[in-house]
T-cell receptor, first 112, second 111 residues
Framework: KNQVEQSPQSLIILEGKNCTLQCNYTVSPFSNLRWYKQDTGRGPVSLTIMTFSENTKSNGRYTATLDADTKQSSLHITASQLSDSASYICVVETTGANNLFFGTGTRLTVIP | EAQVTQNPRYLITVTGKKLTVTCSQNMNHEYMSWYRQDPGLGLRQIYYSMNVEVTDKGDVPEGYKVSRKEKRNFPLILESPSPNQTSLYFC??????????FGPGTRLTVT
């Protein structure tokens, strides 16, 4: 069964600290994996997109990694800021048309 | 400004009263999609469209209709809304399904 699981469900960290969010998937055949940031009450915004051949991709303080062999991805946030407080959603797409599998997200809260 | 717009942003309605949520994009994207988001369930795809006059069901299409008569517009129609369709709805567009830009969301309450 195609599934995307994210952990932890929620996380609270102090401003300035680093954190890592996890995404494990059983989706096959794999096409690409995306991380989105969703502020409360707003639409998700893309952070990174990775295909099979990419194992690291950065977007400012956000760095995503992908291990296609173990079907795991992580999103590392460096030097967290209060504005990083949001939900982070992992999405995996299979090959073919529009086969998207969404994780339920990790709710990150950064406190001063 | 490149954007996806949805209207209305908030809607409270009663069971059975037909409603339409509009979605429009100004980026000339071929791909458009509708999602609903519920606590603990994440985003679930309702319908998507690969191009004008081409639409297909997502994971949870029951109770919804869509149309794609023009490239920029992709309205979501609830012919007879029910309380279980109370949710936060997002429209998205992109050049392909992997590069989607999301709208601001429509919060629908059906009583």
């Amino acid at each position: 069964k195609n599934q995307v699981e994210q952990s932890p469900q929620s996380l609270i960290i102090l401003e300035g600290k680093n954190c890592t969010l996890q995404c494990n998937y059983t989706v096959s055949p794999f096409s690409n994996l995306r991380w989105y940031k969703q502020d409360t009450g707003r639409g998700p915004v893309s952070l990174t997109i990775m295909t099979f051949s990419e194992n690291t991709k950065s977007n400012g303080r956000y760095t995503a990694t992908l291990d296609a062999d173990t079907k795991q991805s992580s999103l590392h946030i460096t030097a967290s800021q209060l504005s990083d407080s949001a939900s982070y959603i992992c999405v995996v797409e299979t090959t073919g048309a529009n086969n998207l599998f969404f994780g339920t997200g990790t709710r990150l809260t950064v406190i001063p | 400004e490149a954007q996806v717009t949805q209207n209305p942003r908030y809607l409270i309605t009663v069971t059975g009263k037909k409603l339409t949520v509009t979605c429009s994009q100004n980026m000339n994207h071929e791909y458009m999609s509708w999602y609903r988001q519920d606590p603990g369930l994440g985003l679930r795809q309702i319908y998507y469209s690969m191009n004008v006059e081409v639409t297909d069901k997502g994971d949870v299409p029951e109770g919804y209709k869509v149309s794609r008569k023009e490239k920029r517009n992709f309205p979501l129609i609830l012919e007879s809304p029910s309380p279980n369709q109370t949710s936060l709805y997002f429209c998205a567009s992109g050049w392909a399904s992997y590069e989607q830009y999301f709208g601001p969301g429509t919060r629908l309450t059906v009583t």
